[in-house]
């Protein structure tokens, strides 16, 4: 085409060419801030749109898909937004936000005219394949931070043996729902394995309590442990957050126990050890008459005698053959892991000359079963003069222990060594015609 321009006072022709009129957009840029954007947090992604032609152009649509390969499933929605026209050489940043709800390397791909309502073209032709704008970005993992904010025991001094209790409380940290994790429980933290659960998942600022069970077998001081995401299946990207994931405790084992009390309900007196009459004096006069219960931890002081191991309670009375002596004496004692309870009692009746031994009653149980014992009565035996009829002892046992039924050891029924010598010591020690 030739424009002419003619002007009344100017002789001279112009004669200026004029080229066809063309419209080509394309995206000269596009970049996205921060650089590598966070998953769960936004970024803007800005494109530079330009009308490389020589036309103004019209309304036109720009587009951007924020994951051009399809990375996440389902895959996040391509975004437009229009641009109202644009003139010939003009360039318009057209800016989307757009938040990442995964982390991973991803491909953004701009589309200026995504649905062509420009005709572009350019001296050479159609300009319609310049149109497209790739951009490679990292998104980095959401800042999570797992973390405990509980660890207790139950009972904080677990027993050997019995099964304890670990509730460890942990929270999600961070800005942003972690996946699946598991939560586990050492009991010592020179455990390669311990108790363990699966929480599926936790919301931002999200806590969960889980109740993990254990036994400890040996009487011991243990560094106890909790660990959160123990198999590592969420990534915690902020500074120290993958070393925040234990917390420690220490830890005393006690041994099984039990509390017994043993009273000494009453004697049926059967020989009061006066000689028949008519020889026979006043009622016999019994002293002492010895009640022990074995107890490591005590001392029993009775006719001169220190015998350790033995706690003992005496008194002393004036009996007819046939009297029932009501007593009520007891004692209490605490006895650990297989200790068997060890009961004995005797009495010497004090003649003029020499005192007569009335003879003994010895009773032993192990645990558990001196937890059942009750009220039971016992014949005293190898009294000097009235041999196996001599007296008869009622007692009531009583005791708790910190451990179930279930959960004692099955013991012998034979008295340990060190304990049966104890007992033939205090024996030994109230029979004087031994
Ligand atoms: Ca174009
Ligand atoms: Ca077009
Ligand atoms: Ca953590
Ligand atoms: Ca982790």
Redesign the pocket.
């Known amino acids: 085409l030739v424009w002419e321009m003619k002007e009344d006072n100017n002789a001279k022709p112009v004669t200026v060419t004029v080229g066809p009129n063309y419209i080509d957009l394309t995206i000269t840029n596009m970049t996205i801030s921060p650089g590598s954007p966070t998953q769960g947090q936004p970024a803007t992604v800005n494109l530079t749109v330009k009308n490389l032609g020589n036309t103004p152009a019209g309304n036109f649509m720009v587009e951007l898909n924020p994951d051009s390969l399809f990375l996440f499933t389902p895959g996040p929605q391509t975004i437009s937004k229009q641009v109202n026209g644009l003139a010939a050489g003009a360039t318009t940043t057209v800016s989307f936000q757009y938040t990442y709800p995964v982390s991973g390397n991803v491909r953004l791909l701009g589309n200026v005219d995504a649905f062509n309502n420009i005709a572009e073209s350019n001296k050479f032709g159609p300009a319609e394949n310049n149109n497209l704008k790739i951009l490679n970005v990292t998104v980095q993992p959401a800042p999570i931070d797992?973390i405990i904010t509980g660890f207790t025991i139950n009972p904080a001094s677990p027993v050997r043996g019995v099964e304890a209790t670990a509730s460890i409380t942990v929270k999600n940290n961070g800005p942003w729902p972690a996946n699946d994790f598991a939560v586990q429980w050492l009991l010592s933290n020179t455990d390669a394995f311990g108790p363990l659960e699966f929480i599926n998942g936790l919301n931002p600022g999200e806590s969960r309590t889980v109740t993990l069970k254990g036994t400890y077998y040996v009487t011991d001081t243990y560094t106890s442990r909790a660990i959160v995401?123990v198999f590592?299946t969420?990534?915690?990207p902020g500074p120290g957050a993958?070393a925040n994931?234990t917390q420690d405790k220490t830890v005393t084992v006690v041994p099984q126990q039990a509390t017994v009390t043993v009273t000494l309900v009453s004697l049926k007196i059967l020989n009061s050890g006066d000689p028949p009459p008519p020889l026979s004096g006043p009622e016999g006069e019994w002293d002492p008459f010895i009640f022990a219960v074995l107890n490591p931890t005590a001392t029993c002081n009775v006719l001169s005698q220190s015998i350790p191991g033995v706690e003992c309670k005496t008194s002393s009375f004036d009996v007819e053959a046939g009297d029932t002596v009501s007593l009520g004496q007891s004692i209490t004692v605490t006895l650990q892991e297989y200790t068997p309870l060890v009961i004995a009692a005797g009495a010497l009746e004090q003649d003029l000359i020499t005192p007569d031994f009335m003879g003994y009653v010895v009773k032993f149980a192990f645990p558990p079963d001196y937890l059942s014992l009750g009220t039971f009565t016992l014949n005293a035996e190898h009294g000097s003069n009235c041999g196996s009829n001599c007296f008869q002892a009622t007692f009531t046992v009583t005791g708790t222990a910190n451990y179930p039924t279930s959960a004692a050891m099955v013991s012998s029924t034979t008295l340990p060594p060190d304990v049966d010598a104890t007992l033939s010591r205090f024996l030994d020690v109230i029979n004087p015609t031994n």
């Open positions: 797992l995401d590592n969420v990534v915690e993958e994931n």
